[in-house]
């Protein structure tokens, strides 16, 4: 299994649930799904996540330092099984630039992860880049919600596989 995590930059938020996603993964023994982020623009491509993403993963023992701000691609439609979007309007944009085939496996990750629901914003996650560190904690805490969920699923999907 192969899960892309998107936002708009790729330095809050989608950072954050890769962070998260890994974490749990690695707790569970799911070392087989790989996880990556991108973001649906280039802006902030090469760049580390924001010191304030750093430093709110950090504060749960999760180091996502390393990882580099990245613009979506073509390849990536063909190379993930999921593309999970932090929120509606980035997911209009990855179904928008998406092949046919690959627009369907284009997701809400709240939803997927059986954390949102079809409510207006229930489903989002907000963009905390103009806010402050509490605005950071919460998207850190709805990501985490969610990469447990996410766990839950591809545990109860797998059972009898091996991993690898």
Not at 14 to 27: C, F, I, K, Q, Y
Request: glycine content about 10%.
């Amino acid at each position: 299994m192969r899960l892309l995590m998107v936002c708009l930059g790729n330095i809050c938020r989608s950072p954050l649930a890769e962070g998260a996603v890994r974490a749990h993964l690695d707790r569970h023994g799911l070392d087989w799904v790989e996880v990556d982020s991108a973001g649906t623009g280039g802006w902030h491509a090469g760049e580390p996540p924001d010191r304030r993403s750093i430093a709110v993963a950090a504060s749960f023992g999760v180091d996502i330092r390393a990882q580099r701000a990245r613009k979506l691609v073509r390849a990536d439609f063909t190379h993930f099984d999921w593309l999970l979007c932090a929120d509606r309007s980035v997911l209009r944009d990855v179904r928008a630039a998406a092949p046919a085939e690959a627009r369907e496996r284009a997701a809400l990750l709240l939803e997927w992860a059986g954390q949102g629901t079809d409510a207006e914003d229930a489903a989002e996650i907000p963009d905390p880049y103009t806010g402050g560190p509490e605005d950071f904690r919460r998207v850190w805490d709805m990501v985490d919600a969610a990469a447990a969920g996410i766990v839950a699923r591809i545990a109860r999907g797998a059972s009898g596989r091996m991993p690898g």
